[in-house]
């Protein structure tokens, strides 16, 4: 029995740049079928191709033994093929019910759309996902995780017997996590397919049977599933052998404390949180979502005020009522956010690296742009960012390097307390590694981090010391050496 669609032999160039050189993949009916790779490894294109985004330069496409050709996802759609893609894409305006159905809507006799029906075939498909998302309710008004769960429950409403799903759990809680597992569990026995890509290794062997590995842009192995190690899967993607971290920093007391917050508050938010952190030390913020840890993070950087509490930079009280009070103190926010909120899309590389010190660099007749350039140069090269050109549009580059790109526009302005959320969300097992081992070297160096994640070993892997966070409220700090995931979880949990 032939596949249920196979892609062959597939190559896609931009100019001369080659994304995809040569890649085959197939899926069988009742298969989860995993693509995993660094970014940049071309798994999107791959995917893009496949749901008739994007048409390849060479190679075919079948499905069930035929020869067929997308030019749009309308094509792919008709073949039984859609995408719930990683990027939000709803109509923000729109409720719920009408970005699952938009261009499907029931219609009555006279060709006037059927709201009552729609809403109503809306709803039974939103239930098979998660059915505490009201169809009523605007699409904008929602959060993050719950408009993911709608481009999810839109995907399937369009009765494909191949869904794509790409990196479908980067903002869901374990939850709502566990209800698009179980569906995927039940469209699978239904003898329905899915292409499954993401970075956590953990949902990639529990939910799929084979995994297709791709390194720029290649396709360097598969595996099947049950055989195979996360450090098997780690090696084929990276092309060698990537150490773990262990911990190789131990908790470090240099008798300087560079930050000090006493009782802070926040209505609704968090409530009394009180820690110090000293200088050249990663404090790790772990929680379950909801605990008030990125309300923490942008309450301390003046996005938010606090109604109580106090907060302390170099033994100074510190009033920090927008965030250029906090810049201009030291103290900086990456948000989760990165491609919302951290990067410049419509800039170059090197001018989001530069912007925060355009003030510095001002000369009588004009920037002295030369001297800009050096030093964004000199840290691309210390943070070993891999770039082009200075020139090249920062959307060019993958998630990791993007990160350290935000991450040297701080370095720049020589801040020295670094608030970081969610740093290595989307991104790679390769590149979150580098990004932990370039903090450490930081910290080394005397910069002071926060380290905020929900993901529990990464946080014991980076920090000194682990401050847990539940419902707003600190529920105990450890030194990460002495940490566990199952005793962080206890804490969050309490």
């Known amino acids: 029995m032939p596949?249920?669609?196979?892609?062959?032999?597939?190559?896609?160039?931009?100019?001369?740049?080659?994304?995809?050189?040569?890649?085959?993949?197939?899926?069988?009916?009742?298969?989860?079928?995993?693509?995993?790779?660094?970014?940049?490894?071309?798994k999107s294109t791959l995917m893009n191709i496949v749901c008739g985004k994007v048409m390849p330069t060479t190679g075919t496409l079948w499905r069930q033994g035929r020869e067929v050709a997308f030019h749009n996802p309308r094509d792919a759609q008709g073949s039984g093929i859609a995408i719930a893609p990683q990027e939000i894409s709803?109509?923000?305006?729109?409720?719920?019910?009408?970005?699952?159905?938009?261009?499907?809507?029931?219609?009555?006799?006279?060709?006037?759309?059927?709201w009552r029906r729609t809403r109503e075939r809306a709803q039974r498909y939103l239930a098979e996902i998660d059915d505490g998302i009201d169809p009523g309710a605007t699409a904008g008004a929602l959060g993050k995780a719950q408009q993911q769960?709608?481009?999810?429950?839109?995907?399937?409403?369009?009765?494909?017997?191949?869904?794509?799903?790409?990196?479908?759990?980067?903002?869901?809680?374990?939850r709502e996590a566990e209800r698009l597992f179980a569906f995927i569990r039940r469209f699978r026995a239904s003898g329905n397919s899915i292409f499954y890509i993401s970075h956590r290794l953990d949902e990639i062997s529990e939910l799929s049977q084979r995994i297709t590995v791709l390194r720029d842009g290649r396709h360097v192995g598969e595996l099947v599933t049950k055989d195979a190690t996360k450090n098997e899967m780690i090696r084929l993607m990276a092309g060698r052998d990537v150490a773990g971290n262990g911990h190789a920093r131990s908790a470090r007391s240099t008798g300087e404390t560079v930050l000090k917050v006493s009782a802070l508050t926040r209505a609704g938010e968090f409530a009394d949180i009180s820690f110090e952190l000293g200088k050249g030390e990663i404090l790790g913020v772990a929680g379950l979502i909801g605990a008030g840890r990125t309300e923490l993070g942008?309450?301390?950087?003046?996005?938010?005020?606090?109604?109580?509490?106090?907060?302390?930079?170099?033994?100074r009280q510190a009033r920090i009522a927008h965030p250029?009070?906090?810049?201009a103190q030291g103290l900086v926010y990456l948000p989760e956010e990165r491609k919302q909120e951290g990067i410049f899309p419509l800039l170059s590389i090197g001018e989001n690296m530069s912007i925060s010190v355009y003030d510095r660099f001002r000369g009588v007749l004009g920037l002295r742009f030369n001297e800009m350039t050096r030093e964004a140069a000199s840290l691309i090269e210390r943070l070993r960012i891999k770039i082009g050109r200075l020139e090249d549009p920062i959307t060019s580059l993958s998630g990791g390097?993007?990160?350290?790109?935000i991450l040297g526009r701080w370095l720049l302005k020589n801040s020295r307390i670094l608030i970081l959320d969610e740093p290595t969300r989307g991104i790679d097992v390769n590149a979150k590694f580098e990004i932990q081992s370039?903090?450490?070297r930081l910290a080394d160096e005397g910069l002071s981090i926060?380290?905020?994640?929900?993901?529990?070993?990464?946080?014991?892997?980076?920090?000194?010391?682990?401050?847990?966070?539940?419902?707003?409220?600190?529920?105990?700090?450890?030194p990460a050496a002495q940490a566990t995931q199952e005793g962080l979880l206890g804490l969050a949990m309490s």
């Open 438 to 440: 370039v903090l450490r």
């Open 3 to 42: 596949p249920l669609f196979e892609a062959r032999a597939i190559s896609k160039t931009y100019g001369v740049v080659r994304a995809l050189q040569d890649v085959s993949i197939g899926i069988q009916p009742g298969e989860v079928h995993a693509v995993i790779g660094e970014n940049g490894a071309g």
């Open 450 to 478: 926060i380290y905020i994640s929900s993901e529990l070993q990464e946080v014991i892997d980076v920090a000194d010391r682990i401050m847990v966070m539940h419902e707003g409220s600190t529920r105990g700090i450890v």
């Open 149 to 174: 769960l709608v481009q999810i429950a839109r995907a399937v409403a369009t009765r494909a017997r191949i869904l794509i799903f790409d990196e479908p759990t980067a903002a869901l809680t374990s």
């Open 324 to 327: 250029a009070d906090a810049i």
């Open 298 to 315: 942008k309450c301390l950087f003046g996005v938010t005020r606090a109604q109580a509490g106090t907060i302390e930079i170099l033994g």
């Open 90 to 114: 709803l109509v923000p305006h729109l409720t719920v019910a009408e970005n699952i159905l938009l261009g499907a809507q029931d219609r009555s006799l006279i060709g006037a759309i059927d």
């Open 401 to 405: 390097n993007q990160q350290k790109v």
